[in-house]
């Protein structure tokens, strides 16, 4: 069967949440027996949000085949369980270059390149090419941006020409804002009805209109919306404010968006959706034993949503442990010899999080010192762990001054240091060590304890590593290397044995954890908190 599309487009407002509902739609389709794949289409010019600031996009997510992506392929891969890919999202950065490519290869035949055909058709490639291989029955395309901004347009042209070849086979969702006006005490659906009305003078018209509301939409409110917007009253559901969004697949049951979907694309529902074992991760999120609190010490702590993947992480995990997992928040730069021990007393376990750059580095220092010698359960991720070595070399080997040639190029104890492929690299963008590498554990270790198995395949994005050359005279001191990867020796893993629970990876566990299947080394370091 030749695969059909959704689309998914937001209007009013960004941040409505539209990788919500695309991954929530996938959900519900999956649990229903389709094959599904999430996509997502940004319209920034950047190639990829590698290069770009977390204050400005949020978490760089990485996928296997390392892509640096949007966060939104996070909660696609967190709701299904499948891995996204390259294919999975797409730029308007990374269409230009790809047309510009041709261009200059001559693919043209001397053609003037345009808007239309030629970014359009490269758009439609991009989105087609998931549902080449027959490998996926529906694939959902999520429109990044607000309709109406003028990046957006050549996205919402392709999906126009997508629509009109596919007919039948195709379905647009709109995500919409129905704001409430406490002073008058109504909800207003005028948004709605303009957001409309610009997707349809782009020549675009949506099937289903899903609401995003703080209060219950009435029936009168529903038929208002749809006699303006010409779509079935039927078709037009609301969105309500969830304490979680592991919640909205459950809503989107209840409106019957599947239902709708399946209808409109012409597929059998087969059956109801098998929701049982996300029904039992809610009540374990609701219905939880005991609490811990985990201080998350980074330098972007202002901006949850540059550590998404870790807090996400930490609400899989707790769920596992029938636990939940308070996060404190603590930006790096403010920890200070006078401050730490009270910042830190009350907390049962320390994660030192990823990033780049000098900014806030003591205070990591600071905050892994008191975790290595309170006895505190410590997890370190990419900078994490190797703050996790360099406080180990200066504190423990009394190495004054080992630091990261990152930090520090002159060092005279260069115990991080910038990976040999990595020397001759120029261009910033998509040149780290990205993706999945194989590592093979050491039996006894924690991490060979947490995965309970000796070979494993985590992702990374990193330049620099541990320097092998210190490698005996850490473990020699009680730092050991746990985890290789077995084509470099590069060290992926350290740890303490004497310490109550203190884990270093170099790579990045929190991409690959799921709510069917949590993080181990996220469940062990809450177990570690629990005990």
């Given at each position: 069967m030749a695969a059909k599309y959704v689309f998914v487009t937001g209007g009013v407002a960004s941040s409505l949440g539209k990788g919500i509902i695309a991954s929530s739609l996938a959900k519900l389709l999956q649990a229903r027996g389709y094959r599904v794949t999430n996509q997502k289409l940004d319209p920034y010019i950047n190639i990829d949000p590698g290069t770009l600031n977390p204050y400005e996009h949020g978490e760089c997510y990485v996928t296997n085949d390392g892509a640096e992506t949007d966060l939104d392929l996070g909660h696609y891969e967190r709701f299904t369980n499948i891995p996204t890919s390259q294919a999975n999202n797409i730029t308007t950065g990374r269409i230009y270059q790809n047309v510009i490519d041709k261009e200059r290869r001559g693919d043209y035949l001397g053609k003037t390149v345009q808007i239309i055909p030629h970014i359009t058709d490269e758009i439609k490639r991009s989105i087609k090419l998931l549902g080449a291989d027959d490998k996926y029955d529906v694939v959902i395309t999520e429109i990044g941006g607000t309709v109406g901004d003028i990046e957006s347009l050549p996205f919402i042209e392709a999906v126009r020409q997508l629509r009109w070849e596919k007919g039948e086979r195709s379905v647009l969702i709109h995500l919409t804002l129905v704001p409430y006006l406490a002073a008058a005490g109504e909800l207003k659906t005028k948004p709605t009805q303009h957001s409309v009305k610009s997707l349809l003078e782009n020549g675009v018209q949506p099937d289903i209109i899903v609401l995003r509301t703080e209060h219950n939409l009435n029936n009168t409110i529903r038929r208002k919306v749809a006699l303006f917007c010409n779509v079935d009253p039927e078709a037009v559901i609301q969105s309500l404010d969830v304490d979680t969004i592991y919640k909205v697949p459950m809503n989107m049951r209840d409106e019957k968006l599947d239902e709708i979907v399946l209808n409109q694309l012409g597929l059998p529902l087969n059956h109801e959706p098998d929701l049982e074992s996300w029904e039992r991760f809610l009540y374990k999120l609701k219905n939880y034993n005991r609490k811990i609190t985990v201080a998350l010490v980074g330098k972007y702590v202002e901006l949850h949503d540059a550590y998404k993947s870790i807090v996400e992480s930490f609400i899989h995990a707790g769920a596992v442990n029938d636990c939940k997992v308070e996060i404190k928040w603590i930006h790096s730069a403010t920890l200070t010899n006078d401050n730490v021990v009270g910042t830190l007393k009350d907390v049962d376990g320390i994660l030192v999080a990823p990033g780049f750059g000098q900014r806030g580095i003591e205070g990591k220092l600071l905050a892994i010192e008191y975790a290595r010698m309170a006895n505190v359960p410590f997890l370190g991720i990419?900078?994490?762990?190797?703050?996790?070595?360099?406080?180990?070399?200066?504190?423990?080997?009394?190495?004054?001054?080992?630091?990261?040639?990152?930090?520090?190029?002159?060092?005279?104890?260069?115990?991080?240091?910038?990976?040999?492929?990595?020397?001759?690299?120029?261009?910033?963008?998509?040149?780290?060590?990205?993706?999945?590498?194989?590592?093979?554990?050491?039996?006894?270790?924690?991490?060979?304890?947490?995965?309970?198995?000796?070979?494993?395949?985590?992702?990374?994005?990193?330049?620099?590593?541990?320097?092998?050359?210190?490698?005996?005279?850490?473990?020699?001191?009680?730092?050991?290397?746990?985890?290789?990867?077995?084509?470099?020796?590069?060290?992926?893993?350290?740890?303490?044995?004497?310490?109550?629970?203190?884990?270093?990876?170099?790579?990045?566990?929190?991409?690959?954890?799921?709510?069917?299947?949590?993080?181990?080394?996220?469940?062990?370091?809450?177990?570690?908190?629990?005990?």
């Amino acid at each position: 069967m030749a695969a059909k599309y959704v689309f998914v487009t937001g209007g009013v407002a960004s941040s409505l949440g539209k990788g919500i509902i695309a991954s929530s739609l996938a959900k519900l389709l999956q649990a229903r027996g389709y094959r599904v794949t999430n996509q997502k289409l940004d319209p920034y010019i950047n190639i990829d949000p590698g290069t770009l600031n977390p204050y400005e996009h949020g978490e760089c997510y990485v996928t296997n085949d390392g892509a640096e992506t949007d966060l939104d392929l996070g909660h696609y891969e967190r709701f299904t369980n499948i891995p996204t890919s390259q294919a999975n999202n797409i730029t308007t950065g990374r269409i230009y270059q790809n047309v510009i490519d041709k261009e200059r290869r001559g693919d043209y035949l001397g053609k003037t390149v345009q808007i239309i055909p030629h970014i359009t058709d490269e758009i439609k490639r991009s989105i087609k090419l998931l549902g080449a291989d027959d490998k996926y029955d529906v694939v959902i395309t999520e429109i990044g941006g607000t309709v109406g901004d003028i990046e957006s347009l050549p996205f919402i042209e392709a999906v126009r020409q997508l629509r009109w070849e596919k007919g039948e086979r195709s379905v647009l969702i709109h995500l919409t804002l129905v704001p409430y006006l406490a002073a008058a005490g109504e909800l207003k659906t005028k948004p709605t009805q303009h957001s409309v009305k610009s997707l349809l003078e782009n020549g675009v018209q949506p099937d289903i209109i899903v609401l995003r509301t703080e209060h219950n939409l009435n029936n009168t409110i529903r038929r208002k919306v749809a006699l303006f917007c010409n779509v079935d009253p039927e078709a037009v559901i609301q969105s309500l404010d969830v304490d979680t969004i592991y919640k909205v697949p459950m809503n989107m049951r209840d409106e019957k968006l599947d239902e709708i979907v399946l209808n409109q694309l012409g597929l059998p529902l087969n059956h109801e959706p098998d929701l049982e074992s996300w029904e039992r991760f809610l009540y374990k999120l609701k219905n939880y034993n005991r609490k811990i609190t985990v201080a998350l010490v980074g330098k972007y702590v202002e901006l949850h949503d540059a550590y998404k993947s870790i807090v996400e992480s930490f609400i899989h995990a707790g769920a596992v442990n029938d636990c939940k997992v308070e996060i404190k928040w603590i930006h790096s730069a403010t920890l200070t010899n006078d401050n730490v021990v009270g910042t830190l007393k009350d907390v049962d376990g320390i994660l030192v999080a990823p990033g780049f750059g000098q900014r806030g580095i003591e205070g990591k220092l600071l905050a892994i010192e008191y975790a290595r010698m309170a006895n505190v359960p410590f997890l370190g991720i990419c900078l994490g762990m190797q703050m996790a070595v360099i406080e180990f070399a200066r504190n423990v080997l009394r190495l004054e001054g080992a630091d990261s040639v990152e930090m520090a190029p002159r060092t005279k104890y260069p115990v991080i240091d910038l990976m040999e492929s990595q020397k001759d690299v120029v261009n910033k963008g998509g040149t780290m060590r990205l993706g999945a590498y194989k590592c093979e554990l050491k039996e006894g270790s924690r991490a060979y304890e947490a995965y309970g198995t000796k070979e494993i395949e985590e992702r990374h994005r990193h330049r620099y590593e541990f320097n092998s050359q210190y490698r005996k005279q850490f473990e020699d001191a009680g730092m050991l290397t746990t985890g290789v990867n077995p084509e470099t020796g590069l060290t992926e893993i350290i740890e303490i044995p004497s310490h109550k629970w203190f884990v270093g990876t170099q790579f990045h566990p929190e991409y690959k954890s799921t709510v069917t299947n949590p993080h181990p080394l996220f469940v062990a370091f809450v177990k570690a908190c629990l005990s």
